[in-house]
């Protein structure tokens, strides 16, 4: 039913930018939530942030005043801007969209991923 194509990874060094998107497609009636998961190696994927229909935003403690969550006014694409990175931030970064697929039925979709690294 969706798709969720993911760019803007790279190689940074330490207090670099990068700015991620992901762009939704396919059949679906509304996006309930978007958001950013990060996995590192030998650890569990963890929220990095992510934004409702509403427009709540929630940011992972070890993220906020430097990542920053948006989307487009069609609520179908969502970026990440990475600011001050750090070398803890290496990992692959995967969108997620949590979407109305049928009335009173909501499903979960992942990027590919897109790799983050940080360093020197």
């Known amino acids: 039913q969706v798709q969720l194509v993911e760019s803007g990874g790279g190689l940074v060094q330490p207090g670099g930018s990068l700015r991620l998107s992901c762009g939704a497609s396919?059949?679906?009636?509304?996006?309930?939530?978007m958001g950013w998961y990060r996995q590192a190696p030998g650890k569990e994927r963890e929220l990095v942030a992510g934004?409702?229909?509403?427009?709540?935003?929630s940011y992972a403690d070890s993220v906020k005043g430097r990542f920053t969550i948006s989307r487009d006014t069609a609520k179908t694409t969502v970026y990440l801007q990475m600011n001050s990175l750090k070398p803890e931030d290496t990992a692959v970064y995967y969108c997620?969209?949590?979407?109305?697929?049928?009335?009173?039925?909501?499903?979960?979709?992942w990027g590919q991923g897109t790799q983050v690294t940080v360093s020197s």
């Open positions: 934004i409702t229909r509403g427009g709540s935003i």
């Open positions: 396919g059949r679906f009636f509304s996006i309930d939530t």
């Open positions: 997620n969209a949590v979407v109305l697929v049928f009335v009173n039925v909501k499903a979960a979709y």
